[in-house]
């Protein structure tokens, strides 16, 4: 299977189910072999979305990083890139979590499907 990314960015608000607060994803297209990159905008710290960096998991997925970053809710975004094949991202995060939209991945998906997705020449 080919990996993927986005032709260009998206960019979409909301509120975050957890903190009721405003919060913001901006999705970016990345290199080969990337893989999926959530960025702290706070801190600027990355954090890698794997088995060995999921924190609490009690209503949501909370990914951490070694330095105490957290980013709350990812699993709807993380199942519209499965779905529509996206390998490779990255993911600039303000409020501390994802916002929630309507409680699913379809938002993400129609947003990576209108953004476009590009094939990359690694397997």
Known sequence: MQQKTLKDNFY?????????????ISVKP??????IIFIS??????????????????MCTQVANDRG???KTIEHLMAAFYGTG?????????GGEVPILDGSSVVFAELIEKTGIESQNAL
Do not use: R, W
């Open 69 to 71: 970053d957290t980013i």
């Open 30 to 35: 990345a290199p080969e072999n990337s893989g």
């Open 41 to 58: 905008n706070e801190s600027g710290n990355k954090i890698i979305p794997n088995y060995k960096n999921v924190g609490c998991t009690a």
């Open 86 to 94: 996206i390998t490779n991202a990255i993911v600039e995060v303000s």
């Open 12 to 24: 979409i608000e909301g509120i975050g189910v957890h903190g009721g607060q405003k919060c913001s």
